[in-house]
């Protein structure tokens, strides 16, 4: 019995040490840390290319600090410097946007330089005050910035617009 009992035992160890070595040299690999480097540009692009489409004009300041929030470099600035115009133009037009993301894929990460391109299809409901809601749907491509606070959209454009 006592046999058969440091028999597991020394199996055991065994099994842990070849799991911990495993885990181990695994934590260095550089294919690892680009898959994660991947999954969270991916993941912030995809947050954030809903973000920049959803806009509620009964509360406009709120989303376009949002919008400034995900942003950086060329489309935080053009954001800030058009940020009373794009405020001014929702209240009138009295629309809330809300954007849904259908699909979305990484055609470039380079880690190193803390960039990614992200292409999306989005559909983006609008609805104005007295109207029935439309929906749209619309491509776009998104430049990622790694900075401090993360992934941050540098350049949105529209690739196309199809209908539902």
């Known amino acids: 019995m006592k046999a058969a009992l440091g028999v597991l035992v020394v ?3 065994a099994a842990a040490g070849w799991f911990g070595w495993g885990w181990w040299s695994a934590s260095g690999d550089p294919g690892l840390r680009q898959a994660v480097e991947r999954d969270s540009a991916l993941a912030a ?4 290319v ?3 489409n959803t806009l509620d004009h009964r509360d406009v300041e709120a989303g376009l600090a949002r919008w400034r ?5 060329t489309l935080l600035e053009e954001l800030s410097q058009s940020k009373e115009q794009h405020a001014r133009d929702i209240r009138t037009a009295r629309t809330a946007t809300t954007a849904k993301l259908l699909s979305a894929a990484l055609t470039t990460v380079d880690g190193r330089a ?9 559909e983006v409901t609008v609805a104005r005050e007295g109207a029935q809601a439309s929906t749209q749907r619309s491509r776009l491509s998104a430049e990622l910035v790694r900075t401090a606070q993360g992934w941050r959209v540098g350049r949105l454009q529209t ?6």
């Open 114 to 122: 803390g960039a990614a391109t992200l292409i999306a299809a989005v």
């Open 45 to 48: 692009g995809q947050a954030a």
């Open 50 to 52: 809903v973000e920049l």
């Open 11 to 13: 199996l055991a160890l």
């Open 69 to 73: 929030a995900v942003a950086t470099g």
């Open 159 to 164: 690739m196309g617009v199809g209908g539902p």
